[in-house]
């Protein structure tokens, strides 16, 4: 632990980021809040550095009414005891990154409230103190920004389950869109972190445009930049350098390299219309501060016209008897107008081999996902890849993604038991097993191997309370909420780290008849759900055991 605390006091006095106080003198702090069962909980937070020629906003408040943290946030409807906050501090930059690197060490505070600690996962920067990325998609950012530089707080422990259940709450997502600009849930990538978002403090302005093209076949490029200033300070361009990279149908062809002193008013040229045109902006003080994407021009805009001539009223009339006549209104136009505002250059070498180039990647998207069918089946012959006709393909096949599993597994299945337990969850004790059951697989007889039969639900408590299972393996098995008497998930799934397979039998009767298994390509949404359900789950270690109807062993049929 001393040696933690001595990397970060490092990294907290080292010049890791030359001139941030000097570029950004103020900040924003923005930051979204859970507040249930008198805890307080992060969503996600960011903070806004402005640079030296703006000036922050005074900050706001939002909840139910405004209010000073943690009196009256905004009460979640449907959700008892659970409520939202969002604020925007102002603060010198010096405060703000004080704060920062304090959630960095663990400590995750309300921003100008004494004393109101926040519950947040586990956060590690991304990339390390001192560096930005830059290009990064954000939903925060403003277009004022210019693809700002962000350095993040990354969660590497699960977000917290009372913050997942929110992915569950329309109206939870809804104020959350309304106050934050965006809903924070729909990004995994951001859910639960802190963001610090840096926009280029040299150049209040740097763009290209297309300059009138000459009749020889070339083109110009023009190439502007403007510094940032303000009545009493200019920032030094002499630091920078611009870079302008060209790419034509997938392939770099050009690069050039200017001086930004040289660059206030640029003119760049090229031996024949341009393609994409991308550019980077890079400080020998500040590292890159700037990075535009490859991107076509817009050389050409076509629209079409109508004139309404005439309107007429027709009369349907009405059929058999007793019918009823009916009218509308029709309108008659003149033939449509084209309009054509600019053109676009003949480049038909590049064309034709983009066209290929779509045509290939169009047909590897449009690929089925990956499936399986296996168990027994009718005696005719069928020839597949896919098919495997023997009841145990199925079994090895779900024994294989186990195996194969780096960090957790995920079983989804309403009828989820103790055959299930044995035959899968016990194979790979070096990950995590999850279980997502329905309260029909604890109400069950299970047999086991005594002769008589049992509770299943009450066999299964006995065994997650066992020191086998307690010493060696990190199982955790819950119970599904139910919809109209019916467990809330219908079809059966098996999550292994970040890929997803649904089946279609259950998996205590795998291979007994023919089912089919198919790897979702697109998972993330059907993981999205499942962990929000599993957030709204029951422990079955939670369950008291007269839940489980935990009888005297009664006699039953042998199997």
């Known amino acids: 632990m001393d040696d933690e605390n001595d990397s970060l006091e490092k990294d907290r006095s080292a010049p890791d980021w030359p001139l941030l106080l000097e570029d950004y003198p103020e900040a924003l702090v923005r930051i979204a809040t859970l507040r249930s069962d008198k805890q307080n909980h992060l969503i996600f937070a960011w903070i806004e550095l402005y640079p030296f020629d703006m000036i922050a906003p005074k900050g706001w408040k939002a909840g139910e009414t405004p209010w000073e943290a943690p009196k009256k946030p905004w009460g979640i409807p449907g959700m008892k005891q659970h409520s939202l906050g969002y604020s925007a501090t102002r603060m010198p930059t010096s405060e703000a990154l004080a704060w920062y690197f304090s959630a960095a060490s663990g400590n995750v505070r309300l921003p100008g409230v004494s004393g109101v600690q926040l519950h947040a996962p586990q956060l590690a920067p991304e990339p390390k103190f001192g560096r930005f990325a830059v290009g990064r998609e954000a939903p925060f950012t403003h277009f004022w920004h210019n693809g700002p530089r962000i350095h993040q707080l990354l969660p590497i422990t699960p977000t917290p389950s009372l913050v997942q259940k929110l992915k569950l709450s329309e109206p939870a997502r809804k104020w959350l869109e309304e106050n934050l600009g965006f809903d924070p849930l729909a990004f995994d990538e951001w859910l639960g972190s802190i963001a610090l978002v840096a926009p280029d403090p040299v150049c209040a302005v740097l763009d290209t445009c297309l300059d009138r093209s000459p009749q020889d076949g070339t083109e110009n490029l023009i190439i502007r930049a403007i510094p940032r200033r303000t009545i009493n300070r200019q920032a030094d361009l002499s630091t920078l350098t611009v870079l302008v990279g060209e790419r034509r149908a997938g392939a770099w062809v050009d690069l050039r390299v200017i001086p930004a002193t040289e660059a206030r008013f640029h003119k760049l040229s090229f031996p024949q219309p341009m393609w994409e045109i991308g550019h980077a902006l890079v400080c020998s003080k500040r590292g890159l501060l700037r990075m535009v994407e490859p991107a076509h021009w817009l050389r050409s805009i076509t629209t079409t016209g109508n004139m309404v001539t005439a309107r007429y009223k027709i009369e349907v009339p009405a059929r058999g008897k007793g019918g009823q006549s009916k009218s509308y209104e029709a309108t008659r136009t003149t033939p449509a107008m084209k309009f054509v505002i600019g053109e676009i250059p003949d480049d038909a070498a590049a064309d ?141 799934f098996i999550i292994s780290d970040d890929r997803v397979y649904m089946f279609g039998p259950s998996f205590c009767e795998i291979g007994s008849r023919v089912g089919v298994s198919v790897r979702l390509s697109e998972s993330r949404n059907i993981m999205d759900i499942i962990e929000a359900i599993w957030a709204q789950s029951t422990p079955l270690m939670d369950l008291p055991t007269s839940d489980l109807n935990p009888d005297d062993d009664t006699p039953g049929d042998d199997p």
């Open 352 to 492: 034709r081999l983009m066209a290929l180039i779509s045509n290939q990647k169009r047909q590897k998207s449009t690929k089925s996902d990956e499936f399986m069918i296996f168990g027994k089946s009718i005696s005719t012959e069928i020839d597949s890849a896919n098919f495997h006709n023997s009841k145990n393909y199925g079994k090895n096949y779900i024994l294989e993604i186990i195996r194969n599993t780096r960090e957790r597994v995920i079983f989804v299945d309403p009828y989820f038991g103790m055959d299930d337990i044995y035959n899968y969850a016990l194979i790979n004790p070096n990950i995590k097993i999850e279980i997502l059951t329905g309260f029909s697989a604890l109400e069950g007889l299970y047999d086991g191997r005594r002769g008589f039969k049992r509770q299943q639900g009450s066999v299964m408590h006995e065994f997650m309370h066992s020191k086998k299972i307690q010493d060696n393996y990190r199982i955790e098995l819950r119970i599904m909420p139910t919809l109209k008497n019916k467990p809330i998930i219908h079809d059966r």
